[in-house]
């Protein structure tokens, strides 16, 4: 349940973040939030590859375990 919860404000802010990257990519002088929000899509995306990859290895161990299960 955390774990779901993590992953959807993290994909709203990366997908936040990809609009106003947009928007100050559209500007010629590039003001510091261009770069300050260019760090956080990369954090942001980090994060969320972590998450989701976290997610997959425990949904694989949790198939493990009741596989073990049904075969006793």
């Known amino acids: 349940m955390f774990t779901r919860t993590v992953l ?14 947009t928007y100050y990519l559209c500007k010629e002088p590039k003001p510091f939030e261009f770069y300050l929000d260019l760090v956080l899509t990369v954090f942001t995306a980090i994060v969320l590859i972590f998450v989701v ?15 073990r299960k049904e075969e006793r």
């Open 53 to 67: 990859t976290k997610e997959k290895r425990q949904k694989e161990l949790e198939g493990q375990k009741n596989g």
């Open 8 to 21: 959807t404000i993290f994909t709203w802010a990366f997908v936040l973040e990809l609009l106003v990257l």
